[in-house]
T-cell receptor
Framework: GDSVTQMEGPVTLSEEAFLTINCTYT??????LFWYVQYPGEGLQLLLK?????DKGSNKGFEATYRKETTSFHLEKGSVQVSDSAVYFC?????????????FGTGTQLKVEL | EPEVTQTPSHQVTQMGQEVILRCVPI?????FYWYRQILGQKVEFLVS????????KSEIFDDQFSVERPDGSNFTLKIRSTKLEDSAMYFC????????????FGQGTRLTVV
């Protein structure tokens, strides 16, 4: 079945550091790929998405490129801020079933310090 | 901005008791979902609901679980006889349509079974 693997946290960075959170997936065909973010005390929010190979999703300075050849969707940001501290979830929406089920990774906690 | 709200934020219950987790999806959305995350593990799909019936469910969603949309605004998850392993964060989500539309998540209900 579909699965998502993302790097374990917590990841602790200094402000303005470069961020990479790795995500790889296993799925049949060409799933849609997502990054969700959960700030403390809030729900999961869609951060960015990509629906086909080589698409780049971007939002709030974060980027991720859909790499079919490496089955990856790594999240990057060039310069993190303290306000980026949150838990980041990689997810895919596969083609099986009704097509509206999300398969998530475990989440990676990011802590950004001054 | 419209949001999905879940109540309570934290519920403690004794093993064997019934619990009902409540969610108010975004008002014009048609698809509703429950996910859960056991501490340290992946966010797992439980069930999707459309047109007053279950459209897809996972193998986790056994006879102990049920969902209902009792009126025009609430969407509930009932666990009939809770077990220790039901302790988790439960997320409700809704989307305007099914595939290819964004799912909006609530902040979660932390269920602790003692």
């Amino acid at each position: 079945g579909d699965s998502v693997t993302q790097m374990e946290g917590p990841v602790t960075l200094s402000e303005e550091a470069f961020l990479t959170i790795n995500c790889t997936y296993t799925a049949t065909g060409y799933p849609s790929l997502f990054w969700y973010v959960q700030y403390p005390g809030e729900g999961l929010q869609l951060l960015l998405k990509a629906t086909k190979a080589d698409d780049k999703g971007s939002n709030k300075g974060f980027e991720a490129t859909y790499r079919k050849e490496t089955t990856s969707f790594h999240l990057e940001k060039g310069s993190v801020q303290v306000s980026d501290s949150a838990v980041y979830f990689c997810a895919l929406r596969g083609l099986t079933g009704g097509g509206n089920k999300l398969t998530f990774g475990t989440g990676t906690q990011l802590k950004v310090e001054l | 901005e419209p949001e999905v709200t879940q109540t309570p934020s934290h519920q403690v219950t004794q093993m064997g008791q019934e619990v009902i987790l409540r969610c108010v999806p975004i008002s014009n959305h048609l698809y509703f979902y429950w996910y859960r995350q056991i501490l340290g593990q992946k966010v797992e799909f439980l069930v999707s609901f459309y047109n007053n019936e279950i459209s897809e469910k996972s193998e986790i969603f056994d006879d102990q679980f049920s969902v209902e949309r009792p009126d025009g605004s609430n969407f509930t998850l009932k666990i009939r006889s809770t077990k220790l392993e039901d302790s988790a964060m439960y997320f409700c989500a809704s989307s305007l349509q099914g595939a290819d539309t964004e799912a909006f998540f609530g902040q979660g209900t932390r269920l602790t079974v003692v």
